[in-house]
């Protein structure tokens, strides 16, 4: 590959691993044999790539942006016939709509800028239908947040998604030497294993209450609730109370078993609601 020269982009988040080390440390944590079917966002000069398709997936699926790279990757494709390669954003019509077989592992160093709305997209897409391990670099401050406990401030609405779905853990940090060119910031390596509710990135009701309830991160969730859903009201505090929670409790403060109870309740108002508008 020493012939061809391209310049990193940057602004799509083009940071490509170089340290051969943490490629290793990569490809043990995923354990891939010949069985899996794997999912790579952000195949860069391939150099993830290659080290995936050297544990032979039954299937590697490759998406990258930046058709300039195509020079690394064309070689790749002919000599590995189960390699398939997409072009296009992620985003933006570029991931496929269905994959036969459909990935069961996750494996990518992804662009940090659209951490959360791909990790959505990819849960949304894949979660119900096999997907069931991810092994992500990510910003260390994203990793962070996913992965945040109750009461921990970093607590959001894809990270209480993910730990109602299954665990996450951070397997180690990595610096920006790693990367060229390097980033401003540290990284992760963040492994997500998804064990149940694959339904939930999906559901309308839960992605509607918490985002509801982490609106306004200062106020309750009983305020932030009743806010967008007047109807709440009279029922969020003896809600919270049986719960064993105050009601001044604000979102993050909510442990996973909370929300699945909350949701419940307020899955039972929805429906309600739309018997007594008909």
């Not at 942006?65 to 195509?70: K, N, T």
């Not at 494709?77 to 390699?83: D, F, I, T, V």
């Not at 970093?154 to 299954?166: D, H």
Request: net charge positive; aromatic share 8%.
């Amino acid at each position: 590959m020493a012939e061809f020269y391209h310049r990193a982009n940057t602004k799509i988040g083009q940071n490509f691993l170089v340290d051969h080390n943490i490629l290793e440390v990569v490809l043990k944590h995923a354990s891939i044999n010949s069985d899996d079917t794997v999912l790579e966002v952000g195949a860069g000069k391939g150099v993830l790539t290659k080290g995936i398709l050297e544990h032979g997936p039954k299937a590697l699926y490759a998406l990258e942006i930046d058709r300039s790279l195509e020079p690394y990757l064309q070689g790749l494709s002919q000599q590995y016939k189960n390699l398939r390669l997409f072009w296009g954003d992620a985003l933006k019509g570029g991931f496929p709509g269905s994959f036969d077989p459909v990935p069961n592992k996750m494996i990518a160093n992804i662009p940090y800028h659209i951490t959360t709305p791909l990790i959505w997209k990819v849960l949304e897409s894949l979660a119900g239908y096999g997907l069931n391990y991810l092994l992500l670099m990510v910003q260390k401050e994203s990793a962070l947040k996913i992965c945040a406990p109750a009461r921990c401030k970093g607590r959001y609405p894809l990270g209480v998604t993910i730990l109602s779905m299954g665990e996450a853990r951070i397997l180690r940090l990595v610096p920006p030497e790693a990367f060229r060119p390097s980033p401003s910031v540290t990284s992760a390596l963040l492994e997500i294993r998804i064990t149940a509710n694959c339904d939930l990135p999906n559901s309308s009701s839960w992605r509607s209450l918490l985002r509801s309830g982490f609106a306004q991160r200062r106020k309750t969730l009983a305020n932030n609730l009743t806010r967008d859903f007047p109807e709440m009201k009279d029922n969020i505090a003896p809600l919270l109370d049986s719960l064993g929670l105050p009601p001044f409790t604000r979102a993050e403060e909510l442990e996973i078993g909370h929300w699945r109870e909350v949701h419940k309740f307020f899955e039972t108002l929805v429906r309600r609601k739309k018997a007594d508008s008909k």
